[in-house]
């Protein structure tokens, strides 16, 4: 029986494969892997990560944070699937695995491979420093192809 | 020098995103047409325009991903 199918040069599981011909089906969103790859553009500044949630909280009626997010296994296929979304020259990087680990809940929102990681609503101040701590330190773009994220190490 | 924060993660593929009010520099005047400077404290910035103003603070804005600056940090940092 065969196991693994090649998509665009990648080994792809067959049990990855079939959740997503489904979904295509249903309209129904696969749960993430835990080693799906995580990017949020920029350095994660605590002042720009406090200045999107209350954005969050006034647009979407809940604290959040963007993250561009897929079932890929290369940072460059997501920058790829990202495409003219994601306009930074530097990301930080993870998987949602960390991003669960530490707490936190995903969610596909708006277009894919855009996600919203989900804070509390009573103390997300005290997330934000656990948000950082589930990424790496921010590498640039072009050298995504040759870097990827550490499924457990924290970045500090 | 930016006119009003945004975060450059919440663009859509047509480079539209919101943001808020309250986070425009002193004594910007954003108004519907306007061509404005945004930029997040990375230090990232791009040319924008405002599309809607919104009456709960919001406003939306279309990116002209073709004038995106990086930081000069970063730019510096990963030569």
């Keep these: 029986m065969m196991l693994h199918s090649t998509r665009g040069g990648l080994h792809v599981p067959i049990w990855r494969r079939v959740p997503k011909r489904w979904a295509a089906l249903t309209n129904w969103t696969p749960r993430l892997p835990d080693d799906a790859l995580v990017i949020r553009g920029g350095t994660l500044l605590p002042s720009d990560l406090q200045r999107s949630v209350l954005k969050a909280i006034k647009e979407l009626r809940r604290p959040a944070l963007s993250i561009f997010s897929a079932d890929v296994l290369i940072p460059a296929d997501l920058v790829e699937s990202a495409g003219s979304r994601l306009i930074h020259t530097s990301v930080c990087l993870s998987t949602a695995g960390r991003l669960r680990k530490a707490g936190f809940v995903l969610e596909q929102t708006f277009e894919p491979p855009h996600y919203s990681v989900w804070l509390s609503e009573t103390n997300w101040h005290d997330q934000l420093s656990t948000f950082r701590s589930a990424f790496d330190v921010p590498v640039p773009v072009r050298t995504l192809g040759r870097v990827q994220a550490d499924p457990g190490r924290p970045s500090k | ?79």
């Design chain 2, 1 to 79: 020098m930016r006119d009003l924060w945004v975060d450059f993660n919440d663009l859509d593929s047509h480079g539209n995103t919101v943001t808020l009010q309250e986070f425009a520099e002193p004594g910007v005047n954003l108004h519907v047409g306007a061509w404005i400077i945004v930029g997040d404290d990375d230090g990232n910035l791009c040319r924008a325009q405002v599309t809607s103003l919104g009456r709960d603070g919001t406003v939306a804005l279309v990116i002209d991903a073709g004038s995106f600056q990086p930081s000069d940090a970063m730019s510096e940092a990963f030569a």
